[in-house]
């Protein structure tokens, strides 16, 4: 079973790395538990990791207004989680493109 879903590129993810470069947010499985996420992290990117902190996500309901209609829908819960890798360390997202 895979634990990281992906990892989270955003403005706000972003800023969080300029600010610390050692810390990275993904996207993870809302079952997965802190030790978890941690050893798939350091198989997958080959680093060491120092912490890891998470947070739930619950789904939002989201209603648009169409020609049609009103259309109702829901956005999915997801786990979040912040890694916080060893002083020194990096990740390169972008080295297989």
């Known amino acids: 079973m895979r634990i990281i879903i992906k990892p989270i590129i955003s403005e706000k993810s972003a800023a969080m790395t300029e600010k610390t470069p050692e810390r990275y947010a993904f996207k993870v ?3 997965a538990n ?3 996420i941690k050893n798939a992290i350091e198989a997958m990117y ?4 120092e912490s890891v902190n998470t947070m739930n996500y619950s789904g939002k309901r989201k209603a648009r207004y169409t020609k049609s209609g009103l259309i109702r ?3 999915a819960a997801f786990k979040k989680a ?3 890798l060893k002083e020194g ?3 390169d997202f972008y080295a297989n493109i």
């Open 46 to 49: 080959n680093v060491k990791v």
């Open 29 to 31: 499985v809302p079952s």
């Open 34 to 36: 802190k030790i978890e």
């Open 89 to 91: 360390q990096t990740i």
């Open 82 to 84: 912040v890694v916080t």
């Open 73 to 75: 829908g829901k956005v």
